[in-house]
């Protein structure tokens, strides 16, 4: 009894009702999707979560990969061969062998390497890549996406995270989120999304904004909108969402209530990074 008093003390209150409806434009639900998780997740300041060069070997190798074996693999790598010209010049069957816990360490070893060569030639060897943040958007995001295994969601998450250039990673959450709430069509790939979402959200959203907003909505399919079986009942979308909408029909005002206002980290844990 007294572990159920202590959980049902940390329940939030209610939601109050989105001010758009599920005839929303995709711009109108964008920004209501964008202003409702802000307040739901927390607003973050713009705060670089690791080092540039970590960034973007930890995204390569985090592709279909889960965040303990990616950690797993980056550890591993450096422990062996202790900076970045060791593993750039380590034999690549000892390399493939040190993040063995990828899934695809075969084809991630020689990417990683190329990848290291050519941030070599552009640094004079200082592997510092700090010339990004003068860079424009575009030259910067051209010169990643050339290289092996960095596609848009790789190049720009480090320009966003770590040099707060204007754009917006789309991951397998954010697009999920997207189309189901419907502000991204449903045959729009995640590829393409980058573009049709960023030019709903820029102007007015800068790169705070466009941060928050990958962040949120990247939490709100790994822990609420599942791939299967979603949470839709501690969903604060469903007020305009497309997917509640078919699935359950429009919101009642009794649903809107029973919606938490904010993530309740007590009852349903801690958010992942």
């Known amino acids: 009894m007294p572990g159920n008093l202590r959980r049902r003390a940390t ?16 711009a109108e639900k964008a920004f209501a999707d964008h202003e409702i998780l802000d307040r739901f997740y927390g607003h973050l300041p713009p705060v670089a979560r690791r080092t540039p060069m970590r960034e973007l070997i ?38 493939i062998y040190a ?34 943040a003068s860079w424009p958007t575009e030259r910067a995001m051209t010169w990643l996406t050339d290289m092996p295994g960095i596609g ?5 998450l480090l320009l966003l995270f770590s040099y707060h250039h204007p754009v917006l990673p789309v991951d397998a959450h954010v697009h999920r989120v997207a189309q189901r709430v419907g502000f991204l069509g449903p045959k729009v790939s995640v590829e393409k999304a980058h573009a049709v979402l960023l030019a709903l959200l820029r102007p007015p959203l ?18 609420i909108c599942f791939f299967l079986h979603p949470n839709c009942p501690r969903c604060p979308l469903k007020g305009f969402c497309q997917y509640y909408q078919e699935h359950f029909g429009e919101a009642t005002p009794e649903a809107l209530a029973a919606t938490p206002a904010a993530w309740d980290a007590a009852a349903w844990g801690k958010l992942p990074h």
């Open 206 to 223: 800068d790169a705070e904004g466009l941060f928050n907003f990958h962040k949120h909505n990247y939490w709100h399919g790994q822990q």
């Open 58 to 95: 930890s995204t390569v190798l985090s592709h279909r990969t889960t965040h303990a074996d990616e950690e797993l693999a980056y550890d591993r790598m450096l422990e062996a061969f202790g900076d970045w010209p060791g593993v750039l010049g380590a034999p690549v069957d000892d390399l």
């Open 11 to 26: 329940v939030q209150p209610a939601m109050p009702v989105p001010a758009v409806s599920y005839a929303a434009s995709p």
């Open 152 to 156: 848009l969601k790789t190049a720009s």
């Open 99 to 132: 993040i063995r816990t990828t899934r695809w360490p075969a084809t991630q070893a020689p990417r990683i390497q190329e990848i290291l060569r050519r941030v070599r030639a552009e640094t004079n060897g200082s592997f510092d890549l700090d010339f990004l």
